[in-house]
């Protein structure tokens, strides 16, 4: 089954965050991610959930997505987004 990992981001300093974009985009690559939702228009339809940058990539597996999370591609991405932005993340399990 499909592993995704679903984030919210809350951007504190934009210029900044530019380079966590590059170094996860580099981790997304490595680790054969599919970006399904980069940022974009997200309008709520229910509840009272406020998203701001929402996040979708989609791994082959659960085992993958968690992979990915603790490498050390991905720890690079992490410590460049360090006061650059808040991030609510999950991975979750596909179909």
Same mark, same amino acid.
């Given at each position: 089954?499909?592993?995704?990992i679903?984030a919210? %981001?809350?951007?504190t300093d934009?210029?900044?965050?530019? &380079?966590y974009?590059?170094?996860?985009?580099?981790?997304?690559?490595a680790?054969?991610?599919?970006?399904? %939702?980069?940022? =974009? +228009?997200?309008?709520?339809?229910? =509840? &009272?959930?406020?998203p701001?940058?929402?996040? %979708?990539? +989609?791994f #082959?597996?659960?085992?993958a997505?968690?992979a990915? &999370?603790?490498? #050390?591609?991905?720890?690079?991405?992490r410590?460049?987004?360090q006061?650059?932005?808040?991030? +609510?993340?999950?991975?979750?399990? =596909? %179909?």
């Amino acid at each position: 089954m499909s592993g995704y990992i679903i984030a919210n %981001v809350t951007v504190t300093d934009p210029v900044q965050y530019e &380079d966590y974009k590059k170094w996860s985009s580099a981790a997304m690559q490595a680790h054969g991610a599919e970006v399904c %939702v980069r940022g =974009g +228009k997200a309008e709520v339809l229910e =509840g &009272d959930w406020q998203p701001e940058r929402l996040v %979708v990539l +989609k791994f #082959p597996t659960f085992e993958a997505a968690k992979a990915f &999370d603790a490498s #050390p591609e991905y720890g690079k991405a992490r410590a460049a987004r360090q006061g650059a932005a808040i991030m +609510k993340m999950i991975v979750v399990e =596909g %179909v």
